[in-house]
């Protein structure tokens, strides 16, 4: 009986190199790699060992026979990758650190950031015994989207937060936290106190919705709702006020969008024992939310949610899960594959958007791009693109995210990151800026999960360590560490 990748995969491959017989695809060496919503195990080479099962950092891996019925799917689409693939794919070639590694002079890296990007980034550079590592973070408090951006009731994904947790402690690793590298300490200066600093900064800002009325009250950020419910220190707890709220329209369909439907339509029953903030758990108990409408501006079948998230509402008892789009929406989610995102939605009752209603409902209105906001002092209704128009009493954006320039760093605005080439940061003229590199969402734009950072981090420190060994550091007069704050 084979096992079968679920709900929770993170993506980071930590289960590939532990598989003896490469039944775990795709594989850092391969196209489809950093592109599917999961990997996929084999069910035709899969011997059942449970190697696979131990490694995972999220506990995304379980054996068919033990699925739950709500889960019970995933054994289907772990298959369904492999119909027209091989049974045995051809083993990545082997990768190995530089051969100077052991002979590397002491370099101590500044990692300015405490989320998962920078914490894959220490991991690779921990391999190197020369190295000292110290994570710079404006909070005081480390995890970064592991800890604020993963939603409580995603207890599995959450557990990644616990695999770095022993990084923090690690005698070469330095914790600066409360520090915000641009304001408290300028980037100029801690390129001189260190050899080399990485960026790991995320994308913290919204990707622009332009059209009329987004500077009313009752239109904010699903990023703020994010904030809010796992509890950020910059979120204020009245950030979100649900009093007098019943529909709420959500414009945008990725997993933040579903992350915040399912959280304000939740039993606060079921959110008591997560580590959902105390005050959003308050305002949830007293919550009149029934509707939560999701706005995609396109088609089922460019749903940019992953099934993984929408299956996570479908399964819910209590929560109707709706459909309402142009004609003939149905058949095209019947049409979809059963790895496509929103064949979850498969079987799903059409309703009247303007509809409303007393029972607790998150419907997809598929085809609908949003023309405007509409109110006197707030938000009132929706517009969409096909005429109809939503009363609603809370909006939120939610159609993605983009990195805030800094002042001192170059910055490409057309991807909303870090400008950069392979992870070394490079200058307008394409010249690099020596000992500065980037990783994560920093690097390559709002793009990818959590588990996406690994290899994308494992590029950089290569980057790095090889600028390293071509020119090793000079010594430089240190500063007095102060250990964590």
């Known amino acids: 009986m084979a096992f079968a990748i679920t709900q929770n995969c993170c993506n980071d491959a930590s289960c590939l190199s532990v598989c003896p017989v490469n039944c775990i695809h795709p594989t850092p060496g391969e196209p489809d790699f950093g592109k599917t919503e999961l990997l996929y195990i084999d069910p035709r080479s899969c011997i059942d060992c449970g190697a696979c099962a131990d ?29 027209d693939r091989p049974a045995v794919a051809a083993w990545d070639p082997p990768t190995f650190p530089p051969s100077s590694i052991n002979t590397m002079p002491r370099f101590d890296v500044a990692i300015i950031g405490t989320g ?40 599995g994904t959450r557990q990644i937060g616990e695999h770095f947790r022993s990084l923090f402690i690690h005698p070469r690793v330095t914790m600066r936290l409360g520090v915000e590298v ?74 933040v969008a579903l992350d915040a439907a399912r959280i304000l339509t939740a039993d606060p029953n079921v959110l008591e024992n997560t580590e959902i903030s105390r005050h959003a758990l308050a305002s949830l108990r007293k919550s009149t939310v029934t509707q939560v409408v999701i706005a995609a501006r396109r088609g089922p079948e ?20 709706a459909v309402a789009g142009p004609e003939g929406v149905l058949g095209a989610i019947e049409q979809l594959p059963v790895s496509a995102p929103a064949s979850a939605l498969r079987g799903a009752p059409i309703v009247d958007l303007q509809a409303a209603g007393t029972e607790r409902r998150i419907v997809f209105a598929f085809g609908r791009a949003p023309k405007a906001l509409t109110g006197d002092n707030r938000v009132e209704s929706v517009e969409l693109s096909d005429g109809v128009t939503v009363a609603t009493d809370l909006a939120l954006l939610a159609v993605g995210y983009r990195g805030t320039p800094s002042p001192g760093m170059p910055f490409d605005a057309m991807s909303g990151a870090i400008r950069n080439l392979e992870g070394r ?61």
Do not use: M
């Open 55 to 83: 490694a995972c950092p999220v506990d995304a891996i379980s054996r068919v026979s033990r699925l739950s019925d709500d889960q019970a799917v995933y054994a289907d689409i772990n298959a369904d990758y492999y119909r």
């Open 116 to 155: 998962p990007a920078a914490c894959y980034t220490a991991q690779a550079l921990l391999r190197v015994p020369g190295s000292r590592i110290t994570f710079f973070d404006k909070l005081d408090v480390p995890g970064g989207l592991a800890r604020f951006g993963v939603a409580p009731d995603h207890a």
């Open 182 to 255: 641009g304001a408290d300490i300028s980037h100029e200066e801690t390129a001189r106190k260190f050899d080399s600093v990485v960026y790991a900064v995320g994308a913290d800002n919204d990707r622009p919705l332009d059209i009329p009325g987004t500077e009313l009250p009752g239109f904010i950020s699903a990023r703020t709702v994010v904030g809010w419910y796992t509890g950020h220190p910059d979120v204020p707890a009245d950030a979100v006020d649900l009093t007098g709220v019943h529909r709420v329209t959500i414009i945008g369909n990725g997993n």
């Open 302 to 321: 460019f749903a940019a949610f992953t099934r993984s998230e929408c299956q996570a509402l479908v399964s819910r008892p209590g929560v109707e899960v």
């Open 425 to 485: 940061v490079i200058n307008d003229d394409g010249s690099a800026v020596p000992g500065r590199y980037v990783v994560g969402w920093a690097k390559r734009g709002a793009t990818g999960g959590i588990g996406d950072n690994k290899v994308d981090a494992e590029q950089t420190v290569d980057a790095l360590l090889a600028d390293i060994a071509a020119d090793p550091p000079a010594r430089k007069r240190r500063f007095q560490r102060r250990g964590t704050r």
